[in-house]
């Protein structure tokens, strides 16, 4: 797969652990931002997203927010 998967969450959301979790699952590499500890990615996410909620997903360049799954599939190519 060629697009880039950042994953932005924090380290206690469960939301932000299924997704990555299940991006592990289908073997894609991801870059995992806790937004928790580094506030500059939490503008980034924010920016982003419009969002202050967490996990937010960038597939490529296309933003999903929360855990949804059917939307990750489908950006993914699954």
Do not use: W
């Not at 950042?6 to 979790?21: E, F, L, M, N």
């Not at 299940?22 to 969002?51: P, R, V």
């Amino acid at each position: 797969m060629d697009k880039k998967v950042t994953v932005y969450g924090t380290s206690t959301c469960p939301y932000c652990i299924r997704a990555k979790q299940f991006l592990k699952d289908h073997s894609i590499d991801f870059e995992d931002i806790d937004i928790g500890i580094n506030q500059e990615k939490a503008q980034e996410m924010i920016q982003k997203s419009g969002q202050m909620g967490v996990p937010v997903l960038d597939i490529g360049g296309e933003i999903i927010i929360g855990f949804d799954k059917p939307k990750i599939e489908i950006a993914l190519g699954l």
